[in-house]
């Protein structure tokens, strides 16, 4: 995917100027069904497939037909990454460059990317929005990386994992470096290290991990959910509900906004 624009792999795509509703079916049988292989036979002749459905299982998209799959496929698929690795086409991992000196115009100009390719998503959560990686000098950087060095101005010793419980969350204290010690048993980034060095965790680590997990899925059901919004459209949808006409609008703004900018904000 070229990183010549934020969002160019998406002005690829074959359902830009589709209808949005035809990728949210109502149900699981009957017309439903029908619709559902309708929206997935446009996934099918689309030539960043693969790149779509990438981002759907990063983003946590969980309603909607995305990259040919719906979100029941897309869940199991999180269960088996060895199939889901064999079904996607092969991408060729681009060579990482060295880190540059960690100079003035270098540390500026990182805060400036950061700044301006990530947004506020309340709690001390930051998301990033649009391709990655990004390149700042001759350097290739995640979004994860790039905030673990504006905040530690040293590159992760290993891999940097999400510590919050907010899926896509890049804000550098949410972040654990694996290749670093644990900050002690009985934390969230206890049970991290726990995996990171393939280490059954204790109890006191699974019970914290659990703790945050709930939290964080309270909080997401606890958030703006009437109707004429997004969330009162997916609020329809878990109660198995048809959305109501003011939700439908709404969830087919936010969807045209999604696939068109890559973000689901109004802009100002």
């Known amino acids: 995917m070229s990183n010549t624009s934020t969002y160019e ?43 779509c459905l990438e981002w759907a299982l990063e983003s946590g998209q969980d309603h909607g037909i995305w990259g040919g799959l719906d979100e029941h496929e897309r869940e199991a698929s999180r269960h088996r990454p060895a199939a889901q690795a064999a079904e996607r086409p092969a991408q060729v991992k ?37 391709a990655e990686p990004v390149t700042i000098g001759a350097t290739r950087y ?32 949410h972040l654990q470096d694996t290749g670093r010690p644990a900050t002690g048993c009985g934390t969230r980034n206890g049970y991290l290290a726990h995996l990171a060095a393939s280490q059954p965790a204790c109890p006191d680590c699974l019970h914290a991990n659990a703790e945050q997990t709930e939290g964080t899925r309270r909080r997401r059901r606890a958030a703006v959910t009437e109707c004429g919004t ?22 087919s703004d936010a969807d045209r906004r999604l696939r068109n900018t890559g973000t689901t904000l109004a802009a100002a």
């Open 142 to 173: 995640t979004a994860r990386k790039l905030s673990w060095l504006i905040e530690h101005g040293v590159p992760p010793e290993g891999k940097l994992l999400v510590a919050c419980g907010h899926t896509g969350c890049v804000t550098a204290v």
């Open 230 to 251: 997004r969330g009162g459209y997916q609020k329809h949808r878990r109660q198995g509900e048809t959305p109501c006409t003011p939700c439908r609008q709404a969830n």
């Open 94 to 130: 681009q060579p990482v460059a060295a880190e540059p000196p960690a100079d003035d115009d270098i540390t500026a100009r990182r805060q400036e990317v950061f700044a301006r390719r990530t947004i506020d998503a309340g709690e001390g959560h930051r998301e990033w929005q649009g």
């Open 9 to 51: 792999w998406r002005t690829h795509a074959a359902c830009r100027d589709a209808d949005p509703d035809l990728f949210f079916p109502i149900g699981t049988s009957g017309p439903a069904l029908t619709q559902a292989e309708e929206a997935k036979a446009v996934c099918r002749t689309c030539p960043v497939q693969a790149t």
